[in-house]
């Protein structure tokens, strides 16, 4: 069975920094595109990133609000992705979920972690 | 990126079809034909329900069905139950390998 479990979210002020995790259990991550979608409260889905597979390049891709802010890494030997977050604003509010893509869709997802950037 | 536009909600009874329409681009939905369709319960995550304009993942019902018509797609659910009462996303690749979601719509089950 699929599970990815995120966690690291919480409180923090504005310009503050905060990384998030995304345990994966139950299928080859090592082979996996990994992507982070956010969703602000009583708001919609809005994707932020993603990272290759190491065979496919290893490389990523942000979304415009985030470039250059939020960094996507990955540690295969622990089954872990990581979402660097820097320079955080009060927009980057929102519960961060951590997802598989394929098939330019997102097929498994995680619970969710909620990031709070208040002063 | 503009988000894509979904109506806001829709309702249906017991047994009836609703459709759920996604309006984009052609630099989105019209250009790909890479749709997919999330379906989200209060407080739960996002789950796919079809891919790739009208897929369906295993384990989906086959009472979910997509399509696409130049620049909106839509998700139709026939037969439908309570339990289909939820909100649901329209995403698109973008270009540039990147998505766009849709604005959300809530359906309700009269």
């Known amino acids: 069975e699929v599970q990815l479990v995120e966690s690291g979210g919480g409180l923090v002020k504005p310009g503050g920094s905060l990384r998030l995790s995304c345990a994966a259990s139950?299928?080859?991550?090592?082979?996996?595109?990994m992507s982070w979608v956010r969703q602000a409260p009583g708001k919609g889905l809005e994707w932020v990133g993603r990272?290759?597979?190491?065979?496919?390049?290893?490389?990523?891709d942000y979304a415009a609000p985030v470039k250059g802010r939020f960094t996507i890494s990955r540690d295969d030997s622990k089954n872990t992705l990581y979402l660097q977050m820097n320079s955080l604003k009060t927009e980057d509010t929102a519960v961060y979920y951590c997802?598989?893509?394929?098939?330019?869709?997102?097929?498994?997802w995680g619970q969710g972690t909620l990031v709070t950037v208040s002063t | 990126q503009s988000a894509l536009t979904q109506p806001r909600s829709v309702s249906g009874s017991p047994g009836q079809s609703v459709t759920i329409s996604c309006t984009g681009t052609?630099?989105?939905?019209?250009?790909?034909?890479?749709v997919s369709w999330y379906q989200q319960h209060p407080g739960k995550a996002p789950k796919l329900m079809i891919y790739?304009?009208?897929k369906g993942p295993s384990g989906v019902p086959d009472r979910f069905s997509g399509s696409k018509s130049g620049n909106t797609a839509s998700l139709t659910i026939s037969g439908l139950q309570a339990e289909d009462e939820a909100d649901y996303y329209c995403?698109?690749?973008?270009?540039?390998?990147?998505?766009?979601f849709g604005t959300g719509t809530e359906v309700t089950v009269l």
């Open positions: 997802a598989t893509e394929g098939s330019a869709s997102f097929n498994y």
């Open positions: 139950g299928f080859t991550f090592i082979n996996a595109w």
């Open positions: 990272l290759r597979s190491k065979t496919d390049g290893g490389t990523t």
């Open positions: 052609s630099s989105d939905v019209g250009g790909y034909n890479y």
């Open positions: 790739d304009v009208s």
């Open positions: 995403c698109s690749y973008a270009g540039s390998y990147t998505y766009v």
